[in-house]
């Protein structure tokens, strides 16, 4: 049976944890634990390994849903995770200091990823800080002479998480039929 | 073999029991046990976590003191300090080992031995006692605050103190996504017009300023430059518009709003409908929060229901348009097929009938979302000269086109076929 997967990546706090488990079958597998470090002025938990989740399609296909950890950077481990996925989903947390900062480290380090697949970008905690908006994210993305979608995003919301990934979808292939 | 006799002994800085775990495991995995993980007391060298605010401070009164030590610090950004070895993130493995030879050969040039140089260490004795990961801290019972929270405030931006704001509910619902089922009876039709009739696509067009959409925008244009609360008069509901906060109020429904918005208004009426700045006062007084809503997602909407599913006036139907980048779906009215429109678009200008064709669906979707587009300043006419003259890239269907396609019907819970 084949296996596919889409992974979530952001910084800490974003709502990975929560966007997975918004369209998971499954309650997902969490590895959060009790945060003691800058992580707690952001949010009580955080992910130490991964988040998983699972999407079970038509004839026993299923879509793994993989979520980085917030607080590693190495880049072996994200190199193993992004290994024969569909695409990226990056979620960004609108009120950290820089969230163009955060941007840029992301779509750098899965740079080769995203150009072999796509990758579709969700923005977190609009409601608790407007700036920068979502046309200032597409005036940074357009100095980097790239354009993906990006969308406010409140990852508790399915319907939120399901169009962020229905771009990715699309971007990937414009042709697909609903 | 040297390297895993003769180990470094480094000590972290800023980084929590958990980061500290995993990059103890890096220095013995794939750093090929260059280095071990120890308390900053019986350290040789000092690596920091530079984008964790204590790190940072650390990293700083560290720097600030006489150096007896080697000091390697990780960051996203560029950093600039004097002497201490910079490692960009995310972090090589060719840039950890490199640093870390650096850090021995000039342990090797100061003369010392490891533990000399811990006699004359003074990192910080806050740091070694409370901030350093240990091999003991990095056990998950052992975990604790690098620093009481009170410490370690981060600079944050202006939250929205008022809680009022978030019960905003029609501002902050997410998006409506409209099917072809319902799409008629939504957006409403043209008696006499077929819009998907090639042969009456000239005539499928509207003209924004004559419907509400016209006025609003105008209004909102207003209100912009004067940065003023302003209420938009029309006879029927009065708008009230906030230009700062960049929302919309209207105590009517969206049943009563599509009806106006898709009557042409009579230009006798259309000469009394004005704009009239208000004092923000007046404008926040006892407003109902659910009937707040963003001005793109307003403008939006009303394009809609003025289109019916025709194009605007000011489109030409036969030169190809470009579409400036993906709209905020999340927060607008998602129209059939828009999120294809849009991917296909942001590849390059293409006329609409072509849209439609190579899709292969209905014109009047195509013509409805870029009314809406249009409203926004998102879509508009290919002016540049390569954007006529070359032709659109060819759509390469994917070669997972199959799992695509059956993830995306889970996500709209279409059934399988």
Redesign the interface.
């Known amino acids: 049976m084949?296996q596919?997967k889409i992974i979530f990546t952001g910084p800490v706090g974003a709502g990975k944890t929560t966007a997975i488990n918004s369209?998971s079958d499954t309650p997902p597998i969490k590895t959060d634990?009790?945060?003691?470090?800058?992580?707690?002025?952001?949010k009580n938990s955080?992910t130490?390994a991964l988040d998983y989740g699972v999407?079970?399609?038509?004839?026993g296909?299923k879509?793994h849903l993989y979520g980085t950890p917030g607080?590693?950077?190495?880049?072996?481990m994200?190199d193993i995770l992004v290994n024969g996925g569909?695409g990226l989903i990056l979620l960004l947390d609108n009120?950290?200091?820089d969230p163009f900062?955060d941007m840029k480290?992301f779509l750098e380090?899965f740079d080769k990823f995203i150009k072999e697949t796509a990758v579709a970008i969700?923005v977190t905690q609009m409601?608790?800080?407007?700036?920068p908006t979502?046309d200032d994210y597409?005036v940074q993305?357009?100095s980097y002479n790239l354009?993906?979608?990006?969308?406010?995003?409140?990852a508790r919301?399915k319907?939120?998480v399901?169009?962020?990934?229905?771009?990715l979808?699309?971007?990937?292939?414009?042709?697909?039929?609903? | 073999m040297d390297n895993i006799k003769n180990p470094l002994k480094v000590a972290l800085h800023g980084?929590?029991?958990?980061?500290g775990k995993?990059m103890a495991m890096?220095l013995q995995g794939?750093c090929k046990g260059m280095a071990i993980v120890v308390a900053a007391a019986n350290a040789d060298v000092d690596i920091f976590d530079a984008d964790?605010?204590?790190g940072r401070q650390l990293l700083n009164a560290c720097h600030a003191k006489d150096m007896h030590r080697p000091i390697i610090a990780?960051s996203?950004?560029q950093l600039d300090y004097a002497q201490v070895i910079a490692i960009k993130?995310?972090?090589?493995?060719d840039d950890m080992l490199a640093a870390l030879a650096t850090a021995k050969t000039m342990l090797g040039a100061a003369g010392g031995t490891p533990d000399k140089l811990n006699q004359n260490h003074r990192v910080d004795q806050k740091v070694a006692k409370d901030e350093a990961i240990s091999p003991a801290a990095s056990r998950?019972e052992a975990?604790?605050?690098?620093t009481d929270?009170a410490e370690?405030?981060?600079?944050?931006?202006?939250?929205?103190l008022d809680r009022g704001?978030?019960k905003k509910t029609s501002k902050?619902k997410?998006?409506m996504?409209l099917s072809e089922t319902g799409f008629g009876a939504f957006i409403g039709i043209v008696p006499g017009l077929d819009v998907n009739d090639p042969k009456q696509f000239k005539q499928a067009h509207y003209d924004p300023k004559e419907y509400f959409q016209g006025y609003i925008d105008s209004a909102f244009v207003t209100c912009h430059s004067l940065a003023q609360e302003s209420q938009l008069n029309t006879g029927w509901m009065p708008l009230i518009i906030f230009p700062k906060?960049h929302e919309v109020w209207l105590d009517a429904d969206d049943n009563q709003l599509r009806s106006f918005s898709g009557l042409v208004i009579n230009p006798a009426l259309g000469k009394k409908i004005s704009v009239t700045p208000i004092s923000r006062d007046l404008a926040r007084q006892e407003k109902a929060l659910e009937k707040y809503q963003s001005m793109d997602a307003f403008l939006w909407k009303i394009a809609c229901w003025a289109s019916k599913g025709r194009y605007p006036v000011n489109i030409d139907i036969s030169q190809p348009v470009y579409l400036?980048?993906?709209p905020?779906?999340?927060?607008l009215l998602?129209t059939p097929h828009a999120?294809?429109i849009?991917?296909?678009l942001?590849?390059g200008p293409r006329t609409l009938p072509s849209i439609a064709e190579?899709?292969?669906i209905k014109p009047q979707y195509v013509f409805v979302f870029i009314s809406a587009a249009y409203s926004l300043g998102l879509a508009g006419q290919a002016k540049r000269e390569s954007d006529i003259l070359s032709k659109p890239p060819e759509?390469k269907?994917?070669k997972?086109?199959g799992?695509?396609?059956?993830?995306?019907?889970?996500?709209?819970g279409?059934?399988?076929s």
Do not use: C
């Open positions: 084949s596919y369209i634990a009790a945060a003691s470090d800058m992580t707690k002025t952001r955080t130490v999407m079970n399609l038509p004839g296909e879509l607080q590693e950077r190495f880049d072996f994200w569909i009120t950290r200091s900062v480290f380090t969700g409601d608790l800080s407007d700036k979502i597409h993305l357009r354009q993906f979608p990006i969308f406010a995003v409140d919301e319907a939120d399901s169009l962020l990934v229905q771009s979808l699309y971007s990937l292939d414009p042709e697909l039929e609903g | 980084m929590d029991a958990r980061s995993m890096y794939p964790s605010i204590s990780m996203l950004n993130k995310p972090v090589k493995t998950p975990s604790k605050p690098i929270a370690e405030k981060p600079v944050l931006k202006r939250y929205v704001e978030l902050h997410a998006a996504q906060s400036k980048h993906w905020n779906f999340t927060r998602v999120l294809r849009s991917a296909l942001v590849q190579s899709l292969n759509v269907p994917s997972k086109h799992i695509l396609g059956r993830i995306l019907n889970k996500l709209i279409k059934k399988a």
